[in-house]
């Protein structure tokens, strides 16, 4: 789906990110890359398995895209240091071609080293261009002058069937002046947002977007 911000456009991804089309753009939050492997270690019974949908999915949107450029939007890798990082590493060599950003996140504590290592270009708080930001915490009080692209809360949306079934769903959230992305890593978890007179909700499932509050 795309929609238009201050004469630009930006396809909503069912992967969960967005691709700005005049830049050729990825705009990717929260990875949490590392996430499922800590909790392997903790004795959490996850899938492994579940950890490469994270890779597939990014391979799905490069591949699909043709995209020049990620954004990471934070919390690109979820604590400290593990395997998942080595795997990260040779995912970003096979796509040395693509330029990649990251905007540090609150769980992005490995160190900067780490970051510079892998040919990620980093900024430790907001990364502007031309009239938008792009940073991990949302803004409580966005320039009006400028679009802001965020992370951070994980975004999902409560649906109700006709009986008292409800569903929540991930969701990209559009005010006037920001937009929120919903977490791109699995088993992320998620922070119900409400609909309000200004805002655009996105609801995602696997193949499709369903536009609220147009």
């Given at each position: 789906?795309?929609?238009?911000i ?11 990110a ?55 939007l ?30 540090v ?6 160190p900067l080293?780490?970051f510079?290592?892998?040919?990620l270009?980093v ?9 938008f930001?792009?940073?991990h ?13 965020a ?10 069937g006709?009986?008292?079934q409800?569903?929540?769903l ?5 005010d006037?002046?920001?937009?929120i992305?919903?977490?791109?890593g ?8 409400e609909?309000?007179?200004?805002r655009?909700i ?13």
């Amino acid at each position: 789906m795309q929609i238009e911000i201050k004469g630009n456009h930006f396809l909503l991804l069912t992967q969960r990110a967005i691709f700005w089309e005049e830049t050729q753009t990825l705009l990717i939050g929260d990875l949490h890359l590392g996430k499922i492997t800590h909790f392997r270690k903790e004795g959490i019974a996850i899938p492994n398995l579940a950890a490469d949908n994270n890779f597939d999915r990014l391979n799905e949107i490069v591949h699909h895209t043709g995209a020049g450029r990620i954004i990471f939007l934070g919390d690109l890798f979820h604590s400290q240091y593990n395997s998942e990082w080595d795997t990260f590493r040779l995912w970003r060599a096979e796509h040395h071609y693509i330029e990649m950003i990251i905007v540090v996140g609150n769980h992005d504590i490995l160190p900067l080293s780490m970051f510079l290592e892998t040919d990620l270009q980093v900024y430790k708080s907001d990364y502007e261009e031309d009239n938008f930001v792009f940073t991990h915490h949302p803004k409580l009080e966005p320039d009006p002058g400028k679009f802001v692209f965020a992370g951070h809360v994980h975004p999902v949306f409560k649906t109700y069937g006709k009986g008292r079934q409800s569903l929540r769903l991930p969701c990209f959230v559009v005010d006037p002046h920001q937009a929120i992305v919903p977490s791109f890593g699995v088993f992320t978890g998620g922070f119900g947002v409400e609909m309000t007179a200004e805002r655009q909700i996105y609801l995602l499932t696997e193949h499709k977007i369903f536009p609220l509050g147009l």
